[in-house]
């Protein structure tokens, strides 16, 4: 069995994930447990093309369930650091070829919680900024073997 990672979630990006949880578990799951009943009625499964959607629709969901009861059971509230230091929960603006870009650094599952693009700590970019300071420039090296330089403009706590 595969070892499972710690997800570091704001509380904001918690608590959607658990109202997902809370409707696909309730009124999802029911209205689509009522349109499989609905097209079994109908008769002949085999050419019922309502029925074979709303089945694979139930996968579908029964999977986002597992999941998200995976992810909230191994989930932590992380506690972003100090303004001025990048850290995972981190709002940070960097200078990338002149360009300024504004991403927070953290799971992408904080993606539900924020309008920010996410930046992962495992990917380059996200390993060359973590720790780093405001004003520190750092590298990372590219997919096509380049070394980009990043300056971090600013850095704060995720609200």
């Keep these: 069995m595969a070892e499972e990672k710690t997800i570091l979630l704001t509380q904001a990006a918690y608590d959607k994930l658990k109202e997902e949880l809370d409707r696909r578990q309730g009124e999802y799951r029911d209205e689509i447990t009522e349109r499989i009943a609905a097209a079994r009625a109908e008769g002949d499964l085999s050419e019922n093309g309502g029925y074979q959607a709303a089945r694979e629709e139930q996968g579908k969901n029964e999977g986002r369930i597992n999941e998200l009861i995976v992810k909230l059971r191994n989930s932590q509230i992380l506690k972003a650091p ?15 070829a002149g360009n300024d870009m504004v991403y927070v650094l953290g799971s992408r599952d904080l993606a539900v919680a924020t309008e920010y693009d996410v930046i992962s700590p495992e990917s380059p970019i996200g390993a060359a900024i973590l720790g780093a300071e405001e004003g520190n420039t750092v590298s990372y090296k590219a997919p096509n073997g380049r070394d980009i330089s990043v300056t971090v403009k ?6």
């Design 82 to 96: 100090k303004s001025g230091k990048v850290g995972n929960g981190s709002l940070v603006t960097l200078t990338i």
């Design 154 to 159: 600013e850095a704060k706590p995720l609200k």
